[in-house]
C-alpha cells in the first residue's frame, strides 16, 4: 500500500489535530514519550493543531513539564473544524492526523473529508456507532480511491473489546464460536470521572438511537452464517453468577464495532465470524440502584430538546458527578484501572462446523490503566504509529476501517502491551480424553 502523502515531502509524521482538548493533552504527552523512548524523535516529526496558538503552545509547555522532553521542535498549526480552508491546509502538512475533536457527530466528518481529500490518514477515537457506520457509507469508497486509511474508535472505544477478539481468536484451540466481554473500572481513593464531552457523545447518541437501523439499512449487507449455538440474549440488566456482581449491557460501540471487524475478517480473509455480546459490571444492589436511578432520568431526558440542555449544563447533577465540564484529576488517574474478562466458548480443532455443542472453553483478559485519558492515548498512538510503520500488514487499499478489520494483522497488541495495556489467556478447558 503506497503511504499517503509519499508522493510529496510533508513536514510531519503525525499532526494531533485538538491538541489543546481534553483528552488531546494527553495524548500530546504520550506521543512525547515514545516518539523518544522507540528512538523515533530523529525520524518522527509531529505537530500540534487547533484554533489557538496560545493554548496550542500552553500544552505543549505543559507536556514537557509532565514527560520531561525537549518539544521545542514539535510544530503548531492553526486549524479550525468549521474552516475548510483551514482543514486543507493543515491536513497536506501531514502524513497520519490523530483527531481528537469531539463529539465526533459534531465536528468528525469535516475532519474526515479533509483528510480524505489531503492524502492524509485518519485515526479518531469516537465510540459512536452513528458516527462510525455513517463515515465507513459514505466515504469507504473515497478514501479507497485516494489509498487514505481511515480508522475510527481507536481509544477504550473499541481497541480493547475488538483486538481482544481478535486475540482470543488467535489463542483459541480450535474453532471459535462466541466471545462474552464482562468490562469493570477500579477506581482509587480518590475516585473516578468522566470528562463532558464523552457525556455529551452519550446524550446525543442516544438521542438519535432509533436512526441506527435505518443506517444500516443502507449497506445491503449480505447475512452472514447462523452459526449454532447462538449467543444468548441477555437482559439489559441481570446477574453475573460467576462473578456475583450485576451487569448491563454496553453502552459504546463495542459491539458494532466488533461485528464490522467479524464482518469484514469473514468477507476478505475468509474466517468464521464470531458471535459477540459486551456488558458491563455494575457491582452491588445499591450501585444498580444508583444506576437505575439516574439512568431513567438520563433516557427521559436525552429524547427531548430541553432535556438535552439541562443534562448539558448540569453534568455533575444527572450524573450523581460521574461527569464534568472539568473531567478527572491526575490522582484520579493514576488511581483507576480497567479489565476486560472475555468467557469464550468453541469447538475442539477438527470439530464439524455443523457440531451444535461447544466443548471449548477459554477466558482471556485485557487490563490497563484509567480508559478514557490514560489508556485511551495509549492506543490511539500506537494505532497511528502501526499505520506508519506496518503498511505491508495492512489492508492492501486504503478505505474506512474498524481496527480490528485494519489491524489483525499487526504488532499493535505486542505494542499496547509494553505500553501497560495487557492480553492475556487466563484459562482454557479442553474435552476430556477418553
Known amino acids: 500500500m503506497a503511504e499517503a502523502g509519499e508522493a510529496e515531502d510533508r513536514p510531519f509524521s503525525i499532526i494531533i489535530f485538538g491538541a489543546s482538548g481534553f483528552t488531546g493533552q494527553y495524548v500530546v504527552e504520550e506521543l512525547a514519550r515514545v516518539a523518544e523512548e522507540e528512538g523515533m524523535a530523529g525520524s518522527l516529526t509531529w505537530a500540534v493543531a487547533g484554533r489557538s496558538k496560545e493554548k496550542l503552545e500552553m500544552v505543549l509547555k505543559q507536556a514537557a513539564e509532565a514527560t520531561g522532553k525537549d518539544l521545542s521542535d514539535v510544530g503548531v498549526i492553526l486549524a479550525n473544524v468549521n474552516d475548510n480552508q483551514s482543514m486543507d491546509a493543515m491536513c497536506k502538512q501531514g502524513k497520519l492526523l490523530l483527531n481528537c475533536v469531539g463529539p465526533y457527530r459534531f465536528y468528525g466528518e469535516q475532519v474526515v473529508r479533509a483528510c480524505i481529500e489531503n492524502g492524509c490518514h485518519h485515526v479518531d477515537i469516537s465510540g459512536e456507532p452513528q458516527f462510525l457506520e455513517g463515515i465507513q457509507l459514505n466515504y469507504n469508497e ?14 477504550f472505544d473499541s481497541i480493547p473489546a475488538d483486538m481482544s477478539v481478535v486475540f482470543t481468536k488467535k489463542k483459541f484451540p480450535g474453532v471459535l464460536n462466541i466471545v462474552e466481554s464482562f468490562m469493570a473500572i477500579q477506581t482509587g481513593p480518590k475516585g473516578g470521572k468522566g470528562h463532558f464531552t464523552t457525556y455529551q457523545s452519550a446524550i446525543y447518541g442516544f438521542a438519535h438511537s432509533d436512526e441506527l437501523p435505518k443506517l444500516r439499512q443502507k449497506f445491503n449487507y449480505k447475512p452472514l452464517p447462523k452459526y449454532t449455538p447462538r449467543l444468548k440474549k441477555r437482559g439489559a440488566i441481570f446477574y453475573n453468577e460467576k462473578t456475583k456482581k450485576w451487569c448491563t449491557l454496553f453502552p459504546g460501540s463495542d459491539v458494532s464495532v466488533v461485528r464490522r471487524s467479524q464482518r469484514f475478517l469473514y468477507e476478505n480473509n475468509d474466517e468464521r465470524p464470531v458471535q459477540y455480546g459486551a456488558y458491563f459490571e455494575i457491582g452491588g444492589f445499591f450501585s444498580l440502584m444508583v444506576l437505575l436511578f439516574f439512568g431513567i432520568i438520563f433516557a427521559f431526558l436525552a429524547k427531548f430538546s430541553f432535556g438535552r440542555k439541562l443534562l448539558e449544563k448540569y453534568p455533575k447533577l444527572f450524573t450523581g458527578g460521574g461527569f ?70 495492512l489492508p492492501a487499499s486504503g478505505g474506512v476501517f474498524s481496527p480490528a478489520a485494519a489491524f489483525s494483522r499487526t504488532r499493535l497488541i505486542e505494542r499496547l502491551d509494553k505500553r501497560g495495556i495487557k492480553f492475556s489467556v487466563v484459562e482454557t478447558a479442553l474435552p476430556s480424553k477418553e
Not at 149 to 155: H, L, Q
Not at 350 to 369: C, E, F, I, R, Y
Open 142 to 155: 473515497k478514501a479507497k480511491e485516494n489509498n487514505v486509511i481511515v480508522i475510527g474508535a481507536c481509544g
Open 324 to 393: 464534568s465540564h472539568e473531567g478527572p484529576t491526575r490522582e484520579q488517574m493514576d488511581g483507576t484501572t480497567f479489565s476486560f474478562v472475555l468467557n469464550a466458548e468453541g469447538f475442539s480443532a477438527g470439530a464439524d462446523n455443523d457440531q451444535t455443542k461447544h466443548d471449548v472453553t477459554m477466558v482471556t483478559k485485557v487490563t490497563g490503566p484509567e480508559p478514557g485519558y490514560v489508556a485511551t492515548p495509549i492506543m490511539m498512538v500506537q494505532a497511528g504509529l502501526v499505520i506508519l510503520s506496518e503498511k505491508d500488514n
